[in-house]
């Protein structure tokens, strides 16, 4: 097996184990509305970014509507309304994501205790 095979097959394994960890995490239950159906996980940070693609702080776990579909209610169709709503029920891990976003745009923490919504 060739470098390049090996590497996305190791990425595949940690991609899974991510997916599993973020569903336990949530008890299986899309964080807006409860639903167990059709739950998916969702990266906050790009999983492009690779040395955050499979921390368990990048994952949330949603029904495909608050995924994908929702024009009023979505990480993917309205980010907008999704970023609002995850300031308003997780604060914490929303701040987690923007730190992050502000060091890696601005080479620097926000504030004076290093957290800032």
Not at 33 to 54: F, I
Not at 88 to 103: F, G, H, S, T
Request: with cysteine.
């Amino acid at each position: 097996m060739n470098k390049r095979r090996r590497l996305k097959r190791e990425r595949n394994k940690a991609d899974k184990l991510w997916r599993e960890k973020v569903k336990e995490r949530f008890a299986g239950k899309c964080v807006v509305c409860g639903a167990t159906q059709y739950v998916q996980c969702h990266h906050l940070l790009p999983r492009e970014l690779a040395e955050w693609r499979v921390e368990l702080e990048n994952g949330i776990l949603l029904c495909a509507s608050h995924h994908k579909y929702s024009r009023l209610l979505s990480a993917h169709k309205n980010p907008v309304a999704f970023a609002v709503w995850m300031m308003d029920n997780r604060l914490e891990q929303w701040q987690w994501a923007a730190e992050l976003v502000r060091i890696r745009l601005c080479g620097r923490s926000s504030s004076k205790n290093g957290l800032q919504g």
